[in-house]
């Protein structure tokens, strides 16, 4: 069982920088592929980014660029580093952990699917002003 917490939401202008992060219970985080997804009411659940046990990382097209997921496995935590925040990055961003990602997938659209994850934070609301 893992449990995720997530932090570091919060409400910035266009163009500021954030930095989320997840905590994660358990003594086997560092096996697990951690991806950060974000939602908007009423729409599916995004993949922001994933990162495997080896450190392979995947991103959205969106986010390339701009967005840096890592991981600190002596910290049990996984971040998302957000730079150059726009208003359409404004969600309800989760973090997530997967047993299965890493071993069967080598593309976005395989990290991308919510039903490899068995674990979710709460997650934390971002909201960016124009």
């Known amino acids: 069982q893992v449990q995720l917490v997530e932090s570091g939401g919060g409400l910035v202008q266009a163009g500021d920088s954030l930095r989320l992060s997840c905590a994660a219970s358990?003594?086997?985080?560092?096996?697990?592929?951690m991806g950060w997804f974000r939602q908007a009411p009423g729409k599916e659940r995004e993949l922001v980014a994933a990162i495997t046990s080896g450190g392979s990382t995947n991103y959205a097209d969106s986010v390339k660029g701009r967005f840096t997921i890592s991981r600190d496995n002596a910290k049990n935590t996984v971040y998302l580093q957000m730079n150059g925040l726009k208003p359409e990055d404004t969600f309800v961003y989760y973090c997530a952990a997967s047993r299965t990602a890493g071993l069967v997938c080598s593309d976005y659209g395989c990290y991308s699917a919510p039903g490899r994850y068995s674990y979710w934070g709460q997650g934390t609301q971002v909201t960016v002003s124009s």
């Open positions: 358990g003594r086997t985080f560092s096996s697990y592929t």
